[in-house]
């Protein structure tokens, strides 16, 4: 590992955003064999928010966006990049990010997609320190937004139950002289041999669209939950480890952990095995569901506007996702 002075990059600006449809549990029960006891108990969810067939990713975006760049007071003309992480681009070509950039006006501002899953904005906000620290921005918006009710069957009571739509962004910019904040240690890792625990078959360069794809559903995600959920915990303990240990400090300076809001479970274990009480961990998966890339930023931002999230305080991002990726984040606010 190269030796780096940190921090490069803090974040000064947060928002969020998500399309007004609700699908509650009571809805779910409707249409599924499964009980709203049965998911809360088992997941901890209880609502998530669904797009419109109709409804675009970028239209939701472009809300959470204005609002974290309103918040860190900076226009689009003050944007040097945009990294988007996201699963579920509205269209396959160009890029999302570059869709965001347009509907901006954050010309000549460089733009890309990132394909890191569930960590997705933990992945973006690492790539967008990194460009930082080789001269290619001093002012980045970092986003992470899904419809992942495009890429889930609604008959699977398996994934129907977790998943839901928003999007959420962070403006990074460079740390000035004598400024206390910003990323104080990064990690990331992934294993493509659980590929297969967690992905969409059909639809992509491998099986092309066809009817039959479309009449096996093979352009929606196939999940073996029981293993991801322990692949889950396995790579969730890794992220938190690594962090604390690259951070150069112990788990009790954590002030808050914001994970990944997959699964409640999985997050108490998690936060266990850490050594973080619940009370130092913000969860918001009742709401929303597991919105994947969105779901770091969907939480950061709602703490920041409960108050939870205070200047100063140290903040652990963890995540993990279809790849099998993961990573987390030792920040000071
Ligand atoms: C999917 C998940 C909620 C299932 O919970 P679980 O406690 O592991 O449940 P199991 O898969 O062991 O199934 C237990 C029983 O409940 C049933 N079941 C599964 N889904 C159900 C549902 N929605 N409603 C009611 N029953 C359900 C199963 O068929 C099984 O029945 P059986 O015992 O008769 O065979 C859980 O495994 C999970 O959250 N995994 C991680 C998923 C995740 O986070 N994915 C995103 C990664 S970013």
């Not at 900076?74 to 509907?103: E, N, Y």
């Not at 400024?179 to 890792?189: H, K, P, Q």
């Not at 205070?310 to 984040?329: E, R």
């Amino acid at each position: 590992m190269i030796d780096i002075t940190r921090p490069i990059a803090c974040i000064t600006g947060m928002g969020s955003a998500v399309p007004e449809g609700r699908l509650t549990n009571a809805e779910l029960e409707k249409t599924l064999d499964t009980t709203d006891e049965w998911i809360t108990d088992r997941t901890g969810i209880r609502c998530r928010h669904i797009a419109r067939p109709d409804e675009s990713m970028l239209s939701y975006t472009l809300k959470a966006a204005h609002q974290a760049m309103e918040q860190a007071g900076v226009t689009a003309a003050d944007l040097d990049g945009i990294v988007f992480a996201t699963v579920t681009p509205d269209r396959r070509l160009p890029s999302v990010a570059c869709d965001l950039q347009a509907a901006l006006g954050a010309k000549p501002a460089w733009a890309f997609d990132l394909v890191a899953a569930c960590p997705g904005w933990v992945y973006a906000l690492s790539v967008a320190e990194g460009m930082m620290a080789t001269g290619l921005g001093e002012t980045i918006l970092v986003v992470g937004a899904e419809k992942l009710s495009m890429i889930t069957d609604r008959d699977d009571r398996n994934t129907a139950i977790l998943f839901g739509d928003g999007a959420g962004a962070g403006v990074l910019r460079r740390v000035r002289p004598g400024e206390d904040r910003g990323i104080l240690a990064t990690y990331l890792g992934a294993d493509g041999d659980l590929a297969d625990l967690l992905y969409i078959p059909g639809g992509g360069a491998a099986d092309p669209f066809t009817e039959e794809v479309l009449r096996e559903r093979r352009h929606y995600m196939k999940m073996a939950g029981r293993e991801v959920f322990k692949a889950a915990v396995l790579a969730m303990s890794r992220s938190s480890d690594e962090a604390i240990r690259r951070a150069g400090m112990p788990p009790e300076s954590i002030d808050l952990l914001v994970p990944h809001q997959a699964n409640l479970r999985i997050i108490e274990a998690a936060a266990k095995h850490a050594g973080i009480p619940m009370s130092k961990v913000f969860c918001n998966l009742d709401r929303y569901g597991n919105t994947s890339s969105a779901s770091i930023p969907l939480a950061l931002t709602q703490a920041q506007a409960e108050g939870v999230l205070k200047p100063g305080m140290i903040v652990m991002l963890a995540a993990f996702g279809a790849g099998f990726t993961w990573g987390s984040v030792v920040l000071r606010w």
